[in-house]
């Protein structure tokens, strides 16, 4: 039983002080609650346990609240053909986060379902808090409205970083060239806007984990005069040095438009590098492992095409716009003396792309004797188990032995490009509207498949399991041979977890009819669609 209560409100104040100078001040809050209420009777299973069970109980709640103020003030001036205006302005936004969770058993029977009819024997609660601080301005700048200058800084300082780096500066400026208002070319009637712009700047990011800039302490219990004694001991290495990770971008651009803007193109160029946040590994005699600095780094480069169009007269239009992105990611450099981060499944390597899936590649299944005497296998494969391919040994090649060398990239989250299609018709008073999405070359991690294709049978499986599962009548089977006590866990870390969440999708599919004007002026109405 889940219960959701959720709050969003905003509220805006805007003063012109002057004609050329105006104040706005925003204040948004969000409050998020949620609570979980789990009860498993004994008449139920349970995990490879046949009913009846012990009845189990759990709790899990938290609330989140989170809100934002913002203050700023404008002032802008015309002088001939010069327009200049100034803001500056700064924001404050703080988040509350509160979090319990509880398991009980050895209920006396299955009427009574809340947790104190029970035996409490595990839980916690916890409470973090982040702050956010920033102080921004900004200057827009242009001649004739065909010469464009655009530029800002903001500081921003965040709770979540070391106390000598606190805050972190962003500048960025943009440039704007107006062709089309170039006397040159008022000739060209067919063009009605192109624009060149460019533009480089800073932005940073500070979404790591709360107070990781300190040594956080977990539950360490130990033994005093033969007793068990609680304690706490250090978790994390402590980084009072750590600071934002800082992404410098530069954009080239150009709009066209064509037949009164009525077909319109805008093309981007861009290129970023982002200098990261890692957890290093750090020598274990300091008491740790790892230890997140501020080092590493990653480039990405894409483009980004956009078209639309009206196509129509006053009774029927067809209004189209597409887009089209493509992004290439490569890491450049990691910690001091690191070539590659694995982390179960998830390999970032120098030269490669952030998290690409490193996996074992199944290539059949033993079918014979003669399979495993054939192919290398694990000490505990069997006639029916997973065949594994044989990629590399100590020396980079293939040993005959399945190891964890024999793991290889064969994905990433990351699509090959992402493209929407919108379309809007209207004919007189019809009008139809819809959405394409299109994600291409993205793979997927489906951890749920460990449970979907389990060869234990505790619980309920995928359907292409149950279809396609090896046994002396189906040789051909894709799936290992069922086991109550399975031998080979390595199809979890497997290509078998992969799939392919490329997708089309339709969206926001919307028909409507707008009354006549004749019929609304008798029923004094403005608009009814």
Same mark, same amino acid.
């Given at each position: 039983d889940e219960k959701t209560f959720n709050i969003l409100s905003n509220l805006n104040l805007n003063i012109t002080i002057l004609d050329n100078l105006k104040f706005?001040?925003?204040?948004?809050?969000?409050?998020?609650?949620?609570?979980?209420?789990?009860?498993?009777?004994?008449?139920?299973?349970?995990?490879?346990?046949?009913?009846?069970?012990?009845?189990?109980?759990?709790?899990?709640?938290?609330?989140?609240?989170?809100?934002? *103020?913002?203050?700023?003030?404008?002032?802008?001036?015309?002088?001939?053909?010069?327009?200049?205006?100034?803001?500056? &302005?700064?924001?404050?936004?703080?988040?509350?986060?509160?979090?319990?969770?509880?398991?009980?058993?050895?209920?006396?029977?299955?009427?009574?379902?809340?947790?104190n009819a029970g035996i409490v024997n595990s839980g916690y609660t916890d409470k973090s808090t982040w702050t956010l601080f920033s102080y921004f301005a900004r200057v827009n700048y242009s001649y004739k409205n065909k010469y464009l200058l655009a530029a800002s800084i903001r500081r921003d300082g965040s709770s979540r970083f070391g106390k000598n780096n606190k805050y972190g500066t962003f500048p960025s400026v943009s440039i704007g060239w107006r062709i089309i208002e170039e006397e040159w070319m008022k000739k060209l009637d067919?063009?009605?806007?192109?624009?060149?712009?460019?533009?480089?700047?800073?932005?940073?990011?500070?979404?790591?984990?709360?107070?990781?800039?300190?040594?956080?302490?977990?539950?360490?219990?130990?033994?005093?005069?033969?007793?068990?004694?609680?304690g706490l001991a250090p978790s994390t290495a402590p980084n009072?040095?750590?600071?934002?990770?800082? *992404?410098?971008?530069?954009?080239? &651009?150009?709009?066209?438009?064509?037949?009164?803007?009525?077909?319109?193109?805008?093309?981007?160029?861009?290129?970023?590098?982002?200098?990261?946040?890692?957890?290093?590994?750090?020598?274990?005699?300091?008491?740790?492992?790892?230890?997140?600095?501020?080092? &590493?780094?990653?480039?990405?480069?894409?483009?980004?095409?956009?078209?639309?169009?009206?196509?129509?007269?006053?009774?029927?239009?067809?209004?189209?716009?597409l887009n089209f992105s493509k992004n290439k990611s490569k890491v450049i450099r990691l910690g001091p003396g690191q070539t590659q981060i694995l982390q179960d499944n998830s390999l970032t390597k120098v030269g490669g792309e952030v998290g690409s899936y490193y996996v074992y590649n199944v290539i059949g299944i033993y079918k014979s004797e003669e399979d495993l005497n054939k192919y290398p296998h694990l000490s505990t494969s069997k006639v029916g188990s997973y065949i594994y391919e044989d990629i590399s040994g100590p020396d980079g090649k293939p040993d005959g032995k399945i190891t964890d060398a024999d793991r290889k990239v064969m994905g990433n989250y990351m699509p090959d490009f992402t493209m929407g299609f919108y379309n809007s018709f209207s004919f007189k008073n019809f009008d139809?509207?819809?959405?394409?999405?299109?994600?291409?070359?993205?793979?997927?991690?489906?951890?749920?498949?460990?449970?979907?294709?389990?060869?234990?049978?505790?619980?309920?499986?995928?359907?292409?399991?149950?279809?396609?599962?090896?046994?002396?009548?189906?040789?051909?089977?894709?799936?290992?041979?069922?086991?109550?006590?399975?031998?080979?866990?390595?199809y979890e870390s497997s290509n078998y977890m992969l799939e392919d969440g490329s997708y089309l999708r339709f969206n926001n599919i919307t028909l409507g009819y707008r009354l006549p004007k004749k019929i609304l002026n008798k029923m004094n109405v403005g608009d009814l669609r």
């Open positions: 706005k001040s925003h204040f948004g809050v969000q409050y998020n609650k949620i609570e979980n209420d789990y009860f498993r009777p004994s008449y139920l299973a349970g995990y490879n346990s046949k009913a009846p069970s012990k009845a189990v109980g759990k709790y899990f709640g938290y609330t989140t609240l989170n809100w934002i *103020t913002e203050n700023t003030l404008t002032y802008s001036l015309e002088l001939n053909d010069h327009y200049i205006e100034f803001l500056a &302005g700064i924001s404050a936004q703080r988040e509350d986060y509160d979090r319990a969770n509880m398991v009980a058993s050895d209920f006396p029977n299955d009427n009574i379902t809340t947790l067919i063009l009605s806007d192109l624009k060149l712009r460019a533009s480089v700047g800073g932005t940073g990011n500070f979404q790591i984990s709360n107070y990781s800039s300190y040594s956080l302490l977990n539950p360490a219990n130990y033994l005093y005069s033969n007793v068990v004694v609680n009072p040095n750590i600071s934002w990770e800082k *992404t410098t971008q530069w954009n080239v &651009g150009l709009d066209v438009g064509l037949f009164n803007n009525r077909l319109t193109f805008a093309v981007d160029y861009y290129k970023s590098t982002t200098d990261g946040l890692l957890n290093v590994p750090v020598p274990a005699a300091s008491g740790f492992t790892t230890s997140l600095q501020n080092i &590493g780094k990653v480039n990405n480069k894409g483009v980004e095409l956009s078209i639309k169009a009206d196509i129509g007269n006053d009774d029927f239009m067809w209004s189209p716009s139809l509207s819809f959405m394409i999405q299109w994600v291409q070359g993205v793979d997927i991690f489906n951890k749920s498949n460990a449970f979907l294709l389990n060869e234990e049978g505790w619980g309920t499986g995928a359907k292409k399991l149950y279809n396609n599962w090896f046994s002396e009548n189906n040789l051909t089977a894709k799936y290992a041979r069922p086991l109550v006590s399975p031998t080979d866990k390595l």
